[in-house]
T-cell receptor, first 115, second 112 residues
Framework: AQKITQTQPGMFVQEKEAVTLDCTYDTSDPSYGLFWYKQPSSGEMIFLIYQGSYDQQNATEGRYSLNFQKARKSANLVISASQLGDSAMYFCAMRGDLGGSTLTFGKGTMLLVSP | DTGVSQDPRHKITKRGQNVTFRCDPISEHNRLYWYRQTLGQGPEFLTYFQNEAQLEKSRLLSDRFSAERPKGSFSTLEIQRTEQGDSAMYLC??????????FGQGTRLTVV
């Protein structure tokens, strides 16, 4: 079974500052993928970034980077230079490559960016 | 708009009624997923299709739930004899193989 844990129900950050959203995971699959999604109040889940378990480098996508520490089973999302539009729910998810292609999600972290 | 489209966006129904939701995936995507999201939780997997074949179903998908994807294009999710516990956001996603899944805006179901 796979499990994602997001321990921060809510986070506050000031505009232009960086913020780290925590995610730890548990799986018995030797190969897996880790994802971060953003869910604004409109409800749509927006894909942000992906990290494969065998990727040598941490993934980056614009202002988003994934701090992947395999030994610690953590996959934290770092958002640099926060913007007001970053206020949303953020979900960490994983997919085990042996268990089909479905995603297991955490409970999410609500990020609020203040001016 | 070439994203995943879901219809309706909102549905209010009386307990015991049947409801059907539709999802139109991104056109070249062969995989289609249904998830359910309740308040304060992350999405939970319900079922997925590869082309027209339904390959996996969650324990959450009781006998009152059925999903189809005729011809491997759009999909429908039907809930029969709705219960208050069915109130949730129903999310559809699609992907090209095992690449990242793209989600629609969801259908919010309220059972009164």
């Amino acid at each position: 079974a796979q499990k994602i844990t997001q321990t921060q129900p809510g986070m506050f950050v000031q505009e232009k500052e960086a913020v780290t959203l925590d995610c730890t995971y548990d799986t018995s699959d030797p190969s897996y993928g880790l994802f971060w999604y953003k869910q604004p109040s409109s409800g749509e889940m927006i894909f942000l970034i992906y990290q494969g378990s065998y990727d040598q480098q941490n993934a980056t996508e614009g202002r988003y980077s994934l701090n992947f520490q395999k030994a610690r089973k953590s996959a934290n999302l770092v958002i640099s230079a926060s913007q007001l539009g970053d206020s949303a729910m953020y979900f960490c998810a994983m997919r085990g490559d042996l268990g089909g292609s479905t995603l297991t999600f955490g409970k999410g972290t609500m990020l609020l960016v203040s001016p | 708009d070439t994203g995943v489209s879901q219809d309706p966006r909102h549905k209010i129904t009386k307990r015991g009624q049947n409801v059907t939701f539709r999802c139109d995936p991104i056109s070249e995507h062969n995989r289609l997923y249904w998830y359910r999201q309740t308040l304060g939780q992350g999405p939970e997997f319900l079922t997925y299709f590869q082309n027209e074949a339904q390959l996996e179903k969650s324990r959450l998908l009781s006998d009152r739930f059925s999903a189809e994807r005729p011809k491997g294009s759009f999909s429908t999710l039907e809930i029969q004899r709705t219960e208050q516990g069915d109130s949730a956001m129903y999310l559809c996603a699609s992907s090209l193989g095992t690449l990242e899944a793209f989600f629609g805006q969801g259908t919010r179901l309220t059972v009164v």
